[in-house]
């Protein structure tokens, strides 16, 4: 995998007020990534997004934020992969999954959009759902709380604390998928 161009895209909202928010964990993890390569992020104008190029697991990477509302994400998505020449199954989107209990992972290649508007865009723009996922459970909201304000909200003061061990765990099932491949970061990672 060594000669493979990736693509990370961290999918969130644009500017502080979404920053700590629930929607905002995909670009959170592109965070943590960019720190532990000491990279700073650059904007990428024909694409709408902040990269850093970078090398992880021996493989060229480029991390990305779209500079997008999340349910625009496709258009950056698309504009990098061509940019970059990114094939999409290089492609790694990091995202909030309501189906999954907080700070729960999966990995997966391709599947459907699960209601989640980043996720379609990207289908809609790429043209294919044929990419890799790295899903972030932040779990259902309480009662009858509206799915849309409850992933705009910020995590629990309880979340909170275990909040920069989920996003260590997670990031490091984004360089095991890069350096080892699906099947073993699923069984490490899938929990």
Same mark, same amino acid.
């Given at each position: 995998?060594?000669?493979?161009?990736? $693509?990370?895209?961290?999918?969130?909202?644009?500017?502080?007020?979404? #920053? !700590?928010?629930?929607?905002?964990?995909?670009?959170? %993890?592109?965070?943590?990534?960019?720190?532990?390569?000491?990279?700073?992020? !650059?904007?990428?104008? =024909?694409?709408?997004? *902040?990269?850093?190029?970078?090398?992880? @697991?021996?493989?060229?990477?480029?991390?990305?934020?779209?500079?997008?509302?999340?349910?625009?994400? &496709?258009?950056?998505?698309?504009?990098?992969?061509?940019?970059?020449?990114?094939?999409? #199954? =290089?492609?790694? #989107?990091?995202?909030?999954?309501?189906?999954?209990?907080?700070?729960?992972?999966?990995? !997966?290649? &391709?599947?459907?959009?699960?209601?989640?508007?980043?996720?379609?865009?990207?289908? !809609?723009?790429? &043209?294919? @759902?044929?990419?890799?996922? %790295?899903?972030?459970?932040?779990?259902?909201?309480?009662?009858? =709380?509206?799915?849309?304000?409850?992933? $705009?909200? *910020?995590?629990? #003061?309880?979340?909170?604390?275990?909040?920069?061990?989920?996003?260590?765990?997670?990031?490091?099932?984004?360089? +095991?998928?890069?350096?080892?491949?699906?099947?073993?970061? =699923?069984?490490?990672?899938? +929990?």
């Amino acid at each position: 995998m060594a000669d493979d161009v990736w $693509l990370v895209v961290g999918l969130g909202n644009p500017g502080p007020t979404y #920053a !700590k928010t629930r929607h905002n964990v995909g670009q959170s %993890v592109a965070d943590e990534l960019a720190g532990r390569v000491g990279g700073g992020w !650059k904007q990428h104008k =024909q694409a709408r997004a *902040e990269v850093i190029e970078t090398r992880i @697991g021996g493989a060229r990477t480029v991390l990305a934020k779209p500079r997008s509302y999340m349910n625009e994400s &496709g258009g950056p998505v698309a504009g990098l992969l061509r940019f970059f020449k990114v094939e999409p #199954a =290089q492609l790694i #989107a990091v995202h909030d999954e309501l189906d999954l209990d907080f700070a729960t992972l999966r990995v !997966k290649f &391709g599947g459907g959009d699960n209601g989640h508007n980043g996720l379609r865009s990207i289908r !809609k723009s790429v &043209g294919t @759902g044929d990419y890799h996922r %790295v899903r972030f459970g932040v779990g259902r909201p309480p009662g009858r =709380q509206n799915p849309a304000d409850f992933v $705009l909200n *910020e995590f629990s #003061a309880a979340e909170r604390k275990d909040l920069p061990f989920a996003l260590d765990r997670t990031a490091d099932a984004v360089e +095991s998928l890069i350096a080892d491949g699906l099947e073993v970061t =699923q069984g490490k990672y899938n +929990s």
